[in-house]
């Protein structure tokens, strides 16, 4: 593992060792994601889901050149600020993670770049938010996150409240087919839209337990496939904004964003600042309590892979 510049916590390698369920957490939503102080008060919101299960949660992210597994309160304090030694902390995927290391700075780990690292520790499950996927008018801007490849490449189960809502659903469901992932609704018949419990697009199967989840999954890699396995559980019923008030909104941060002339990388921030304040702040309590719903899930999940 030194090789590979991957710490792991030792309380995190007690519970592998022991093969005790853990759950890998990302640190993006932590830097990057989610205003401060409400970043920190999810994660160890996330983190106390995770340990009512009685799985370890394991938030990974680079520290100092080092990927970490299981950061610990000094280390996600800074994470939550974004910013160390008077440098923002990096997001990263797998296009810049080596670099990130090989220079010894400080990065938050999307779900691309956590899924990697995980898997390099030997963990299986890995709870977030929603995925990336194919973006909005992606057939001229081919903008499609490399969240796709990771779950096209990294044998675990990730679970999630769908792909992010400001997506091309459709295209992100078709994509993920045409990349063998399946995509398993937990308790639901239909692909969560993140805000919203429901998208109109058929899941590939339904799971009604944790155990029949990791089932799904343990059948899946046996048969020889090495992508993940996607677990979609759609956000609290009472956190929910309907699918049609939360289209409308993100259809006018959109246009903002056009008459603006925001494009690349900055469209998406600002689309989701958008939001929260179209919505009066409900897009980041949705946001709070499917994150942390997930990593419940993903806990029994992983728990049931033992």
Request: glycine share 8%.
């Amino acid at each position: 593992m030194s090789k590979l510049r991957i710490k792991i916590a030792k309380r995190v390698a007690r519970a592998i060792e022991n093969h005790k369920p853990v759950v890998a957490l990302e640190s993006t939503v932590l830097a990057h994601g989610l205003p401060h102080p409400l970043n920190i008060e999810t994660a160890r919101e996330c983190q106390s889901a995770i340990r009512s299960e009685r799985a370890m949660p394991a938030i990974i992210g680079i520290v100092e050149g080092r990927a970490k597994v299981g950061l610990n309160e000094s280390e996600l304090e800074i994470f939550a600020t974004g910013r160390t030694a008077g440098e923002s902390i990096e997001k990263v995927g797998l296009n810049n993670l080596a670099a990130v290391m090989a220079k010894n700075r400080w990065g938050a780990t999307t779900v691309a770049g956590t899924m990697k690292i995980a898997r390099l520790a030997g963990l299986r499950v890995f709870s977030t938010g929603g995925i990336g996927g194919v973006h909005r008018g992606a057939e001229t801007t081919f903008d499609i996150s490399s969240d796709l490849t990771a779950l096209a490449g990294v044998p675990m189960i990730c679970v999630c409240a769908g792909a992010k809502a400001i997506l091309d659903l459709p295209k992100t469901m078709e994509r993920l087919e045409t990349l063998g992932v399946p995509v398993v609704g937990y308790r639901t018949d239909e692909l969560p839209a993140f805000y919203s419990r429901r998208s109109g697009l058929r899941v590939d199967v339904t799971a009604d337990t944790a155990e029949e989840a990791a089932m799904i999954a343990m059948d899946h890699w046996r048969m020889g496939s090495k992508s993940a396995v996607l677990v979609c559980a759609p956000v609290p019923e009472e956190f929910e904004i309907p699918s049609a008030e939360i289209e409308q909104a993100i259809e006018e941060a959109i246009n903002e964003a056009r008459a603006e002339r925001i494009s690349g990388k900055a469209v998406t921030p600002f689309v989701l600042s958008r939001l929260e304040k179209i919505t009066r702040g409900r897009t980041l309590v949705a946001n709070r309590a499917l994150l942390t719903n997930n990593a419940g899930v993903a806990a029994q999940i992983a728990a049931s892979l033992l």
